[in-house]
């Protein structure tokens, strides 16, 4: 019988990225992805961006096409979620009642999203949007003259308002802090893109309580607020936060705090297993602490960290975390996270939509938003990386090239 | 169908029929070839699917968008002939075309 190699549970970004990886760095011996989901794995930032257009079809969603898994000797085991993981015998207890032998596993379970615990969360038209299933069920209920209740003014919500609008639908935004995208720091980012949205037709309730979600015969038909106004609506899409998938580490007794804990090779408490992506606590030796990441470029970082360690390769640099967000025809670029910092610059102009929001810690740049300034963002990629202090007084003059700034 | 080649920066050369409609970039994420990380999967907006294109198609396949130049600019060791391969759309005119990588894309 052969040995049975690398297990990765999580046929996500991540999942599915570790596995080519492995097989990159000329990693041999077995490789299977166990996928609760029925599909190979794919790409979900399109899902609440192009592919919700109609401007991306299933196909260019594939993370790899399906010859890649039997050419590459990746065997995908989809459908079937992990029930159990007994760390002693290295195996997987599987929904189906089969057992799965690991001399490697890597964990890369992500997150789900968060559930908002109020009456009538269980009837037709309470929809959330994380999975590829998620996202069929939202665009079939997308179209002119569909009215759209987005709970939730973070990235999701705002990009599945963009994307109803230009299905035509009506949509409205339901939040509960006096601000969209409240986790950012600047006043800035979040005042431009109500504006912009406003603009295109979109309307926003802040700071208001969800108190239920109304329907008729099992059908939503409204979401109604602690101030007792309903608002009428076919689809209300739940847009809160995820949480992460971390139950089958937790039950096994892996290190968790809010998320796997892993070390920067992604290596888990437990030496044989790893964990990748959403799921996990990870060090962020830039900002000198952990935290938990929800972005394509966490999971590729750590899939390349996991398959590394794993083929024994030296441990790759740190990357600085960025991620990006499409909203009409405005491309959102972000890296760093405002951790510790101290003052806040805007370069150019948010009147002309194109401008960047700089965090800044001393001289040095801890994080950067950049709104269709693509040098900027790249610029401020690298400098967050390096922490060389910058000019301040030239970061501030739009006429003072990036190339310049970063020069120093 | 269009036979592009892609040139890993070790020389190794792989040969593949892209559909026309794709980008060079998922051409080459499609056939799992090295050396074209595609992290934002086209979206323009992270830099890392670089390629050279062969001066005898320069031509053909187009210049930089002001977006792929910015975000270029930034990126390591950039050439006249420096594209992000997810902006180039593979088109019947492109058959045989040949790009190379660089020696990385972070």
């Not at chain 1, 967050?384 to 202090?389: A, C």
Request: aromatic share 6%; hydrophobic share 45%.
């Amino acid at each position: 019988m052969s040995e049975p190699g690398v297990v990765i549970v999580g046929a996500g970004h991540a999942g599915g990225t570790a596995a080519a990886m492995l097989r990159q760095y000329g990693y041999e011996g077995a490789v299977t992805i166990v996928g609760d989901e029925p599909i190979a794995p794919y790409q979900r930032p399109p899902l609440s961006k192009a592919w919700l257009k109609g401007e991306a079809d299933a196909e260019a969603l594939m993370l790899r096409p399906l010859s890649f898994y039997t050419e590459h000797g990746v065997e995908l085991i989809l459908g079937v979620r992990v029930t159990s993981l007994d760390r002693t015998a290295k195996s997987l207890g599987l929904a189906d009642g089969k057992t799965l032998a690991y001399d490697k596993l890597i964990i890369a379970t992500g997150s789900r999203a968060r559930p908002l615990p109020a009456p009538g969360a269980d009837l037709k038209g309470v929809l959330f949007l994380r999975s590829a299933a998620d996202a069929e069920v939202l665009k079939a209920a997308l179209g002119p003259g569909k009215r759209l209740a987005v709970i939730g003014g973070g990235y999701i919500g705002l990009e599945a308002a963009a994307s109803g609008r230009a299905l035509g639908a009506d949509v409205v935004v339901l939040e509960r802090e006096d601000r969209i995208l409240a986790r950012v720091a600047a006043g800035v980012l979040p005042k431009f893109f109500q504006a912009y949205h406003e603009a295109k037709g979109v309307r926003f309730e802040l700071g208001v309580q969800i108190e239920a979600f109304v329907g008729d015969g099992g059908v939503l038909t409204g979401v109604r607020l602690a101030d007792g106004r309903v608002f009428p609506c076919d689809e209300a899409l739940v847009g809160i936060g995820n949480i992460p998938n971390d139950e089958l580490a937790r039950d096994a007794g892996l290190e968790c705090a809010g998320g796997i804990v892993v070390d920067a090779a992604a290596r888990t408490s437990d030496p044989a297993i790893f964990a990748i992506g959403d799921v996990t606590h990870r060090p962020l030796p830039l900002y000198d602490r952990m935290f938990r990441l929800e972005s394509v470029a966490n999971a590729l970082e750590q899939a390349k960290q996991a398959a590394g360690a794993i083929v024994g390769r030296p441990a790759p640099p740190p990357e600085v975390t960025w991620n990006w967000s499409d909203q009409y025809d405005i491309k959102l670029q972000m890296a760093g996270i405002a951790f510790d910092a101290d003052d806040i610059l805007v370069r150019g102009d948010p009147a002309a939509a194109r401008f960047a929001v700089f965090h800044l810690r001393g001289p040095v740049i801890r994080a950067v938003e950049a709104v269709n300034a693509p040098s900027e963002f790249m610029a401020a990629r690298q400098l967050i990386g390096s922490q060389k202090p910058v000019d301040r007084a030239k970061l501030a003059d739009p006429a003072v090239s990036m190339k310049e700034v970063a020069a120093g | 169908m269009a036979k592009i080649t892609y040139i890993e920066f070790n020389g190794k050369e792989h040969v593949v029929d892209v559909k026309p409609g794709l980008s060079v970039m998922e051409g080459a994420v499609k056939n799992n070839i090295p050396g074209i990380d595609a992290d934002c999967g086209g979206a323009c907006a992270c830099a890392t699917c670089h390629v050279y294109v062969d001066a005898a198609w320069q031509d053909k396949t187009g210049s930089q968008s002001a977006m792929e130049e910015s975000m270029l600019d930034f990126a390591e060791n950039v050439e006249p002939n420096s594209r992000l391969s997810c902006q180039i759309k593979v088109t019947d005119a492109l058959d045989g075309l040949v790009v190379r990588m660089p020696q990385s894309q972070h």
